[in-house]
């Protein structure tokens, strides 16, 4: 079945250290984007990619990084910058008009 | 710029009543509309959707009419579950972004 998969569900981070949290989806879609969820809030764009070697800031892009080598990856870096970095973060994906979602990665900084 | 309004939260209800979630769009042109449902510890997933005005998409009960007079798709089910408690997301696509617009989200609980 195709899907997106991310992965750890759960990641634990020291302070000052770079975490790197992985999504892979099998759907053949071109765009993908990577959100952040907080306790009782909605979503905020981190950034997101169209198309492979390319990618835009969204709304809260600092302190985080991204790569897209390829179509069918989207990996997240979250670096020592992003000074409040616990959160659930979800990956997703489009083919246009919709997204479909990652089951999310909670990262807690220890 | 674009955005998306919900009703606020938390809402809750008895089971088997009448479900209401209000959503209204500001947009340019004529987005596409969505209805997203996320359960505890989970993604989003889709759960309905509307391409264009008066469509009405409708799955697992629930349903949802894009309104383009007053920029509405109020997303209803006539009886709920304790099965339907989650947080609910309206949405709207954004063609020449490429990416999607947010509410704030809905909590529904459903007490037996």
């Known amino acids: 079945d195709g899907g997106i998969t991310q992965s750890p569900k759960y990641l634990f981070r020291k302070e000052g250290q770079n975490v790197t949290l992985s999504c892979e989806q099998n759907?053949?879609?071109?765009?993908m984007y990577w959100y952040r969820q907080d306790p009782g809030q909605g979503l905020r764009l981190i950034y997101y990619?169209?198309?492979?070697?390319?990618?835009q800031k969204g709304d809260i892009a600092e302190g985080y990084s991204v790569s897209r080598e390829k179509k069918e990856s989207f990996p997240l870096t979250v670096t020592s910058a992003q000074k409040n970095p616990t959160a659930f973060y979800l990956c997703?994906?489009?083919?246009?008009?919709?997204?479909?979602f990652g089951s999310g990665t909670r990262l807690t900084v220890v | 710029g674009n955005s998306v309004t919900q009703m606020e939260g938390p809402v809750t209800l008895s089971e088997e009543a009448f479900l209401t979630i209000n959503c209204t769009y500001t947009a340019t042109g004529y987005p596409s509309l969505f209805w997203y449902v996320q359960y505890p510890g989970e993604g989003l997933q889709l759960l309905l959707k509307a391409t264009k005005a008066d469509d009405k998409g409708s799955n697992k009960g629930f349903e949802a009419t894009y309104r383009k007079e007053t920029t509405s798709f109020h997303l209803e089910k006539g009886s709920v579950q304790v099965s339907d408690s989650a947080v609910y997301f309206c949405a709207l696509w954004e063609t020449n972004a490429g990416k999607s617009t947010f509410g704030d989200g809905t909590t529904l609980t459903v007490k037996p």
């Open positions: 997703a994906s489009s083919i246009g008009r919709g997204y479909t």
């Open positions: 759907l053949n879609h071109d765009a």
């Open positions: 990619s169209q198309i492979v070697n390319d990618f």
